[in-house]
């Protein structure tokens, strides 16, 4: 459904990443940008939105996070291997905050389940390009 | 692949939107977001970049606001019909300018053909959701 | 404080647009992204958490924006201006719902009233801008 | 001219943070966001871009992560240590990479000039935050 694996194939240039891991990670990447702004927003409209003002705003940073890590791995001109490395590491701290804090109210909120488990596989699909780039 | 159906199954209050036309809309606008980022990277990889900066430009613009139309149109909490419409006319104009001239490079650069199909299609999206709030 | 005007300054080529307007919309933007962020934040963390939900997304949405626009006004390279000109109501549609909602907390909340004079103030400029493009 | 301060002092809960050393790193992403996307279509414009497109890269990415910079600080409620020190983290290597590369292009253009000092200066406010919290 996604162009991710297209899109690189088409890059002019020579990619510094292993294909498919850097692949996983955009496209994680992009559903969990989704997914977690959509949670932070189920929350908000939950009736017991007052138990539930950390899970939105470790959804929101996530969400920003994960759509910045979207914009930074999609680039290769120019390519900084700090810069992607930092990024992937925001990336994880992100998720594992959002991850956790969604397990919490997985079996109360079903948003919060997809959410956790979205947020746990972004942050797997980091590691593993980050342990691949080491 | 994504969540954006089943996140909207799971929101907790009514939703003013059609649910079909809106998961389309903000499943177009993350691949967009995506292939547009992708789109003027390549753009810049190319040994022609000097003739294509008009390119790069509107594909960031494009990213840039088909981004912000997935954040608005997954929130659901205190809706407001006005700005929505007005962010789907944003991304409506900011899909024709990037797919207009992209299209003037899809027989040279293939990232462009796909960005231009994807652009098309996300501003189609835009304007089913649009013409189904009037 | 701002690199606003002096970047504009420093740009290669001709712009579309009135600087001093243009300027003007480029740092209240600025200003609006970041108050916005703040004050949807200050909601969450407020007691009365529940009967601030609108202004939170009302909020989050006018940050969103605002970040978009402070991206494409401050790209001259590739001028469209119909991308600008939907932008730009775009954003005065997230200020104007945000700015109203925050007025309704203002005596409660004074976050509420700093962020509705902002938006406030950004959208003006915004109306400016597009006044003086017509 | 900014309401950072402001909005920091009517935050309702505590803030884990220094605000003074925090003012600032927000301040300074907040311009460096704003400087770096100048920076990258400034040099999108030039005559040289082919001889600029790295610094074209790592000004977009730079003002990317400072723009998630502005929006993760600006946000107390639920505080998480580690996602604060990683985005940092993330911060510090975007606004080293730019400001090392735009200094390459310092004294050809004065875009470059203004941009490097500005990352430098978002970089220090973000290692000063830093060893804050240590």
């Not at 890059?11 to 702004?37: K, M, N, W």
């Not at 949670?39 to 969400?63: H, Q, S």
């Amino acid at each position: 459904m996604t162009n991710t694996a297209a899109m690189l194939g088409e890059y002019p240039g020579s990619i510094a990443l292993d294909r498919t891991l850097l692949a996983r990670v955009i496209e994680e990447a992009l559903v969990c940008f989704q997914t977690c702004t959509a949670c932070a927003d189920a929350c908000l409209g939950e009736g017991n939105v007052a138990g539930l003002t950390t899970c939105i705003r470790t959804c929101l940073d996530c969400a920003t996070i994960c759509a910045a890590t979207v914009e930074v791995l999609s680039r290769h001109t120019g390519y900084d291997a700090d810069v992607t490395r930092a990024q992937l590491q925001a990336c994880i701290a992100a998720c594992k905050a959002a991850g956790d804090e969604c397990e919490h109210h997985a079996q109360m909120h079903q948003h919060c389940r997809i959410c956790a488990d979205t947020c746990r596989s972004c942050e797997q699909a980091c590691r593993d390009l980050l342990a691949a780039m080491s």
